[in-house]
């Protein structure tokens, strides 16, 4: 069974780029979430999604990001204009339901210069 | 709220060690608690958890036991191995199904 796959791995911008990130996650899995971890900390979540609906979005820094999942299968990450504190890895997890166990893709790190 | 505090790293021990990471949480409710592990390269995997007081979750000779009335849930291993090296993640699961990491702790087990 494939494993939830992100693209790019990695990615270097300059402050007011923007810049987009992809998920595909395991077949049939329902939940897809987006996590923000910041150098030396915990993963945070931005958004859950519940097929093609938002669960969760409190955590999501609506001003400049944005997240959809238009099919209820892969979906986009989006920041427009990054800002220098958005350095992190951006993890993409996914579970058959919202309180079966998640399964992490590699993650895409990020570099705002 | 929901916060997860877990021992500072990194820890260094020697093939065949005991290992304990601590990990305290406060929460509201009745959280399910869980450990991650992410080797080198890779992404978050989980290792172990439980969903209530007392229970157990085990894997891979790793354990940790849901201590309600201390706010713990401290991972445990009889042997490391060099194989066993990685970054340890406590995280619990909230009423509202939202979950919480601790800061993560580097395990590096030397021959």
């Known amino acids: 069974e494939a494993g939830v796959a992100q693209s790019p791995r990695y990615k270097i911008i300059e402050k007011r780029q923007s810049v987009a990130f992809w998920c595909n996650p395991i077949s049939g899995h329902a939940t897809l979430y987006w996590y923000q971890q910041i150098l030396g900390q915990g993963p945070k979540l931005l958004i859950q999604f519940q097929n093609n609906g938002v669960v969760d979005d409190s955590q999501l820094p609506k001003d400049r990001f944005s997240a959809e999942r238009l099919k209820g299968v892969d979906s986009t990450l989006k920041i427009q204009p990054a800002k220098l504190e958005d350095s992190a890895v951006y993890l993409c997890a996914s579970s058959q339901q919202v309180q079966e166990t998640q399964y992490f893709g590699p993650g895409t790190r990020l570099l705002v210069l | 709220g929901n916060s997860v505090t877990q021992m500072e790293g990194p820890v260094t021990l020697s093939e065949e060690a005991f290992l304990t990471i601590n990990c305290t949480y406060t929460?509201?409710?009745?959280?399910?608690l869980f450990w991650y592990v992410q080797y080198p390269g890779e992404g978050l995997q989980l290792l172990l958890k439980?969903?209530?007081?007392?229970d157990k979750g085990s894997n891979k000779g790793f354990e940790a036991t849901y201590r309600k009335e201390t706010t713990s849930f401290h991972l445990e291993k009889g042997s490391v191995q060099v194989s066993d090296s990685a970054v340890y993640f406590c995280?619990?699961?909230?009423?509202?199904?939202?979950?919480?990491f601790g800061t993560g702790t580097s395990l590096t087990v030397i021959p």
């Open positions: 439980a969903t209530k007081a007392d």
């Open positions: 995280a619990l699961r909230g009423t509202g199904n939202q979950f919480y």
């Open positions: 929460a509201t409710g009745y959280p399910s």
